[in-house]
């Protein structure tokens, strides 16, 4: 399917399905920009009138040449979201029925064409994605073409927009993909193979795979536990974007994500039915590659550091048992109380290497933790972090990108529950309570004084987001890049 724009548009592209916006001003219907044929049309319906213009209302009619009109109500004040959710589910309404569609983009332009037409690019691109890779039978939909049909002249910036929003629905489609991939499938070797092949095809990226030996060599003794138990080799990737005008002072920003590509809890085992879905647990690695892809194709002026701990938490005889002291990269002993809190142990590692770069922030995401879930549902992320001025940016850019992300507070007590008493530290808290900041407080441990530093919990967005149109509602859904990516593009 691709998305067109077709501007000084006399009439509309499609001959099959036109669909045209309806707001509302005061209880009244307000049929901005509809050519007087259309209105005729629609006014000559005897049942018209029980079309109330509410927010994703779909009434039909026909134009006298047979093209089938479809009327969406938007209510009043549509923002852009609700323009992604409106068009993202009248897409899979007819991707099936029609091979072509027509967008009348005057109907729907509000405060800013260009905005809407980011917008309504991206609900089409990402609700029409489908993981059928598996499947015998294909996913293939009907329709091939959609055009975003205008009166007005075509603009440079109308362009840019379209191209945008279109790279950044691939980037969080890509990111599902690896997402949604089989635990057989995706291990952390073969996932390394799969970002540095995709790696290769983007401008001025550095890809390098760090193995077994090399991270014996940066002793990364949290890292390494986290995978005694695994039928497979540990792979941090190392990815790098130089942008072309780099100088001295260029920003650097670097990312971090989790990559556990299974989790069964280790010898602290998951019960059955919470060990389905862990192969989600690398959502935290494929959010960031998406961001730091998506960065790269749109040309960031900033340098991007994208880190990537792969590895999953399995159980044989050389399994790490709960109990067992391990040393970190930077120097300080962890006691492991619980093998299942393994994702702090690989992002602690990860964090350290990340300080040695000295850049001018860190982010990590992560699915780190269930009581993020408890706290902020199924709907919203966590963000904690040591620097209030790196939060306030990065909710700002979450807003708007219309992405739900809530702070949450890392306090002095929350830091000393971490302390052990065999140990520099320990890596679960004695009470429950607080789950979600107490790991953050204990990844803090981590991160060089001085270098501003994000965590987002996104252990409850990386999958479903059933109230979301344009995302599936099983399988992975791509949120937070659009976040990280807003920041990575306007630091």
Not at 58 to 70: C, K, R
Not at 269 to 297: I, N, Q, W
Not at 370 to 398: F, Y
Not at 436 to 462: R, Y
Request: hydrophobic share 40%; aromatic share 8%; charged share 25%.
């Amino acid at each position: 399917m691709k998305v067109q724009l077709n501007f000084a548009a006399k009439s509309h592209k499609s001959g099959q399905l036109v669909l045209i916006g309806v707001s509302k001003k005061k209880d009244k219907l307000a049929f901005t920009n509809w050519p007087a044929n259309y209105l005729d049309a629609f006014k000559k319906m005897t049942n018209s009138k029980t079309f109330k213009g509410t927010p994703g209302e779909i009434f039909y009619f026909a134009l006298p040449s047979g093209t089938t009109m479809a009327a969406m109500g938007m209510g009043e004040n549509a923002t852009l979201e609700n323009i992604r959710n409106q068009m993202a589910s009248f897409y899979k309404s007819v991707k099936e029925k029609y091979e072509d569609m027509s967008i009348v983009l005057d109907s729907f332009k509000g405060k800013n064409m260009d905005e809407t037409i980011g917008a309504i690019t991206e609900a089409l691109y990402l609700a029409g994605y489908h993981f059928d890779k598996y499947l015998s039978k294909k996913n293939n939909s009907l329709m091939k073409n959609i055009y975003l049909d205008s009166s007005g002249k075509k603009s440079e910036k109308a362009q840019e927009n379209l191209d945008k929003a279109e790279v950044i629905s691939s980037c969080m489609n890509f990111a599902r993909d690896l997402v949604n991939e089989p635990p057989n499938v995706l291990n952390s070797e073969t996932y390394a193979k799969e970002i540095e092949k995709d790696a290769h095809s983007l401008k001025r990226v550095k890809c390098q795979i760090l193995g077994r030996i090399d991270l014996k060599k940066e002793n990364m003794g949290m890292f390494l536990a986290v995978n005694a138990g695994s039928a497979h080799e540990p792979r941090l990737v190392h990815l790098t974007y130089t942008p072309a005008k780099a100088q001295k002072n260029t920003k650097h920003i670097v990312l971090v994500g989790k990559g556990l590509t299974f989790d069964t809890g280790g010898y602290s085992l998951k019960p059955g039915d919470s060990m389905k879905g862990m192969k989600y647990d690398m959502a935290g690695s494929a959010t960031v590659y998406g961001a730091f892809r998506a960065a790269s194709m749109l040309g960031a002026d900033i340098k991007i550091t994208c880190l990537m701990g792969l590895t999953d938490n399995a159980v044989n005889e050389h399994a790490i048992m709960p109990d067992s002291i391990v040393t970190a990269r930077n120097g300080k002993t962890v006691e492991i109380l619980n093998t299942d809190a393994e994702g702090r142990l690989v992002l602690g590692d990860v964090l350290s290497y990340a300080c040695d770069l000295k850049p001018d922030a860190i982010l990590d995401a992560a699915t780190l933790t269930g009581a993020v879930l408890v706290a902020l549902g199924s709907e919203i992320a966590g963000l904690m972090g040591n620097d209030q001025k790196l939060m306030d940016t990065l909710l700002k850019h979450a807003k708007s990108c219309d992405e739900y992300l809530w702070q949450l507070p890392v306090i002095e007590p929350f830091k000393k529950e971490m302390k052990s008493k065999t140990a520099d530290l320990k890596n679960i808290a004695e009470s429950r309570f607080a789950g979600s900041a107490k790991a953050a407080a204990f990844l803090e441990n981590f991160v060089t004084e001085g270098i501003p530093w994000a965590h987002f919990d996104i252990a409850g967005v990386a999958e479903g987001q059933k109230h979301l149109s344009y995302c599936p509602e099983k399988g992975g859904s791509g949120i937070m890049v659009r976040t990280i990516l807003s920041y990575l593009l306007n630091v």
